[in-house]
């Protein structure tokens, strides 16, 4: 798909006109570097109601100096997209309310994502002096515009005053290095400020230089918990792209497998979320069953978390013959645990009372954060990319999207629980029928994708992943940019803190679900 | 010379055992009288036996690391117990993944907020080296760069089986360490009076009024 | 039923014949507080035991199995390390009441450790307000941690400490009504004639059921009062990675460790006290056989094993509950558990003054 560029001095007023036609879902917002032609900005576009998908594309002559309006009041998640543009392009959003740095530190010299940027370590030596405390750094400023005034008003800025703890970024619960910090009055939450990057491995610049077959052992690292998915997601993109077809077998084995992935990451999900609770026997339950999944991993792939199975036209290696028996039998010893996940620890009266009414997100922010996954799904937005955009074998088995209503952390964590048992109902009906055939069609032994631009998206473990690519024929991507699941998750955070107290943050925190290296990428 | 045993594996099947002999050399140059050396080694057998580890992750290995003390693996049976969430209270840092330069000072101030004995345990590619992100312009290329490490397990994620090895290796190496003479301390008691820690989570204007003391 | 008094009076009196008895007081002070202390230290060792393998069982592990047989020495070996680690001291905390806290917490818990009436005759103090001992000295543990948090300079001990004012200092309440109960029962507050009062049966049972919701309440308000899950907020892993004692290392954290683990023992001792009868063994009036069989087992067994049920009951909860928020915790007391304490105590008194008790 090809983006229409606008001209910026009409791209306001064009992308409030898509606003008010219903498109409310940023899907992604890509920052790009043309070269001479200039630096810009991508934004993918998708209505909820239609399914109706386009990019809107802006470019900016001046690469010193450029600026782009902000649309971080039409669509929420814009705020940390710009933020992350930022940092890496140096794009200045106009009106932003808080243009900081978003993963690199403060004191870094210039952008990375950027063509003309210099890597020598003199530059960016490693500084072990700690950030300065004043976090909030404001390149520019239009003092005199009432509306900046009111939004700077709405910003995360913590003043020096307040009772400021740090939740990370080595902490327990936030499940990696993310580092939020919390303005607190007494035990209520008043404001916070999420700082990311200190997983921040660049992923993307990186991609810039490899082929593409190098690129696929990095997509598992993002997020480790949908290793299977991501890597699903590139292998997709790319041979969209060259045009090759998978066999059938390809996609049975990959749909089984994404499942068994999904199944495998709730589980994690579940154990963390009661380790975060308090409940650490029901931690111990959810490795317990974990590990059968992983035996199955392992097996197949040769991998227990990182399996590297998904390749360019295939996978890497054919099942096993008693992988069906294998996954067959643990799908039915999985549907017995259920029960005693739900005794143990969903039906457990704390529980109850520490989830529901705590820390809703409604269905018009999740949207408008771009809250997709189980997150979106517990608010009420059907966002399954397998029901939206259907892939591999997703539209020929039956199951069910799981939706709930309220949004809160309960049903964030019913959601998971539901999908474990639709993931099993998915596997029991393709598990039997694996066609025969080949597990991999041959290649070039050299990738070279055509020039243009490419994107692809699957259903992660945790929400919507895809991946963009801009080829110029080379055999490594001009631009390579990955959806994370996790960002809209964080930047929705301060709208489900309202009035929350810290206990509250940790259960948000733990049933919003989010993997640290998938959001710093 | 000294053979530290660890139960149920002979000392023949470990790996690497010149690097530990090297160690043991070179601790045992000056002679010590026999009832230190066996106050010694009472004190190895209960720092050995009770590595209590601080809960730090940054990535994939992360997970391999709570599969380790889980249901399966279960590190507890070799004393590795309790995992502290306060450096204060750990023996060692397990250092699970890549380690980025912002992360970098983080990982240096938990570890001088680590209270003497402390080791420090480089799990998997890129804590070793940077692995799969080698080439990358904000990852630290193995936090030896930063901190001493005592032992590494390579691996992409390593296998909760290669983990028990290192921190059975750890034991080795901890079992053979002189307590008396402050030989193995990290940071020399001077170091520690000179640059006092700076305290975590105290109010922001502290810090700065130390800053310009 | 064999009266350890006898011993002891053996050995005051041969104190006495070779010394004056000034001196004989002072030996004896020393005597009982080397025991009382050895006691203590043992019984957290084993406690710390039995936690890590009932956890362990609970959690389909093995729990500690290499050092010692099954593992049996584990704990020596925690204890070599925590004594050897370094402590470290804080910048800019409040160097007296940092390092004062620790022994505060440990010196209220062994306080309360000698009221507990392990046998006839074997208790280090027993006076004619016993009861109000025991509450008072379980009571200034809370002054330790308070003083923890507050002198640490980190804002995560702060936070801890403040709940675990808030917290420990309400579910005091809720204890006292308990005891109560029982003394309203029993019409004294010395700790032998508690016990002996239940020579015909158990308080739980005389008592019917007022003392079976006092029972059901102290069990709450004590686990609360021991800070352990679901009412570990003050150390709140997952929240405030450690809580209160965040800054402490090496021994002084352990101190903090082994005083958890005996208020454990303490509240779960006080309860087979009260409600299940200390050390009295199981009667039953009108089958004198049994009684016979039951009292050569020795009270000591008794007492302990009532103790450790008790402690396996919380030990159970607290591995598998998960954790209650701070305003449900304090709601949890003012709003349902002492109001039905007080309900409950009116009850109780109702139940003696019309002789409704067995």
Redesign the interface.
Known sequence: MNPTFIDIKEFRQHMENLRRKGMDFLRDLIGMDWGDEGLGAIYALENTATGENIQVAIRCESRDNAHIPTVCDIWSVAELYEREIYDFYGIIFDHHPDMRRLYLRNDWVGHPLRKDYDESEALNPIRMENESPEDVQRPYEIAEEAQLKELAKQTNKIHGDQYIINIGPQHPATHGVLRFRLALDGEEIRKIDIHCGYIHRGIEKMSEKLTYPQILALTDRLDYLSAHQNRHALCMCIEKAIGIEVTERTQYIRTIMDELQRIDSHLLFLSCAAMDLGAITTFIYGFRDREKILDIFEEVTGGRLIQNYNVIGGVQADITPDFAHKVKEYCKYQKGKIKEYNDVFTNNIITQKRMIGVGVLTREDAISYGCTGGSGRASGWACDVRKRHPYALYDKVDFKEIIYNNGDCYDRFLVRIDEIKESIHIIEQLIDNIPEGDYKVKTKPIIRIPEGRYSAAVEGSRGEFGVFIESRGEKSPYRLKFRPMGLPLIAAMHKILKGAKVADLIAIGATLDYVIPDIDR | MKKPAI??IPYEEFKDNETLESLIAELNKERTNVLVSKLDD??N???S??LWS???????C???F??VG???Y?F????F?VT??????A?LIMVA??I???????L???YD?M???KYVVAVGGCAISGG??K??????NGVD??IPVDVYIPG??P?PEAMLYGMMQLQRKVKVEN?FGDKNRKHSRKEMQDS?????????????K?NQQ | MFDFSTITTAIDQFLRDIMPSQAALLVECVLVALCAVLAYVMFAIVMIFMERKVCAAFQCRLGPMRVGPWGLLQVFADVFKMLIKEIISINNSDKVLYNLAPYLVVMSSVLTFCCLPFGEGLLVLDFNIGIFFIMAASSFGVLGILLAGWSSNNKFSMIGAVRSGAQMISYELSIGICLLTIVVMSGTMQISELVEAQRDGWFIFKGHLPAVIAFIIYLIAGNAETNRAPFDLPEAESELTAGFHTEYSGMHFGFFYVAEFMNLFIVAGIASTLFLGGWMPLHISGFDSFNTIMDYIPGVIWFLGKTFFVIWVLMWIRWTFPRLRIDQVVSLEWKYLVPIGLLNLLIMTLCVVMGWIF
């Not at chain 2, 502290?84 to 209270?89: C, E, F, L, W």
Request: hydrophobic share 35%; net charge positive; charged share 25%.
């Open positions: 139960k149920s009472l004190i057998w209960g720092r036996n009770s601080l809960t730090f992750a940054t990535s994939c992360g997970i391999e709570m599969a889980a249901a399966r279960d507890a049976r070799f004393g117990e502290r969430n306060s450096p204060r209270q023996d993944g890549t980025t330069h912002k992360m970098a000072p983080v240096k101030r938990l907020q209270a003497e004995p799969p992100f080439g990358s312009y904000h990852v630290l760069k930063i992409c994620p296998r307590f006092p820690i700076i305290v975590t989570n105290v109010p922001d204007s502290l810090n700065e130390k």
